[in-house]
């Protein structure tokens, strides 16, 4: 029978699945939607344009490990993301650099604000906006409170539904300003999305004849802990159990809710080949939403028409919308501890991901400790 159960067929969850069956072990893989991938999944729709459903997910690493192994399950589209924010009515490339310096400022300012920026840092480094914020050259404080106040402050507060000072500093530090002209979101070495999408991907990586999924299930129909022990259809499990859902959930909420970021995806077909500049434009200052993402930008189609999506945060409510991403206040950290301190009790049971760890994982992220963790269980 199943010697490894996993609870959550995101991409956490499937890079263990794979590696467990690769390896000769029966697993078992419960998911509660009707599809794979978690929110990476993706699917074709009636514009005939790859879309994100839950919202858009750039593939972008450092770690040649993690490229090499997804690169076993798809061939790869280069893609180098572009973003940009709308400033005073001007879409500008983000993060904040040289370039965007120019496009704000008229020549005089943007050359005295580089000339600051140049003889303090060096070139090609990212700065976090509040590490900036700190800096003692005027010309520096300017800039660090011109962009802190057009891009960060009512980006966040939307985002996240919280005052500046309670933002983590996991989130302010994806914010920089960057010494340089690379136009590119990301920096990394290798940036691709997978080319016939996420989906696809998890689907190669879970074709094993060692893997049993059931879709469309609770991981209460089939699982239980009690006491120090876990139980698989009712019989007692000797097995690993690994765990990617919320780590609530799991306790049944015995310590109360954490607390989620959700988002309402509002897609919208658009009549145009084209609707905007970029790929993914951030609204920062107007509007109720916090970005717009043209996915034909992202995965190139053959379309007379676009497929847009508006995104809205809001509060998660359990059962009403989706977890995207955890809240990181101390309150919510000091909440998850308890849950963490609960599972340590249990030697077979591991938390792994974006949800069950509470982390900003980045989906590069999201492999590399499942790796990780396939390695320290074997
Ligand atoms: N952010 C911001 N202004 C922007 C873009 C991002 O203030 O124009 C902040 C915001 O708090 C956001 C975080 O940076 O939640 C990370 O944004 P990013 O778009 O990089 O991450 P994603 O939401 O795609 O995970």
Redesign the pocket.
Known sequence: MFEVVIIGAGMAGATLAERFASSGKKVLLIERRRHVEGNCYDEVDANGILIHKYG?HLFHTDDAQVWEYLSRFTPWHLYFHRVK?VIDGKPVP?PFNLNTLREVFPQSTADKLEAALLRTFDYGKKIPILELKKSADADLQFLADFVYEK??LH??EK??GLSPEK?SGA?TA??PVFVGRDDRYFNDRFQAMPKFGYTRLVENMLAHKNIKLMLNTDFHEVTALRGEEIFLFGQRFDGQLIYTGQLDELFDKRFGELPYRSIDMQFDSVDAEKFQSAPVV?Y?NNYDFTRITEFKQIHPAQSPRTTILREYPQAYVAGVNEPYYPLFTDEARAAYEKYSAELARFKNVTAVGRLAEYRYYDIDDAVKRALDVFDALN
């Open positions: 858009p924010a983000i891009i960060f980006y966040s985002q996240w933002i989130v994806r914010v951030n920062p």
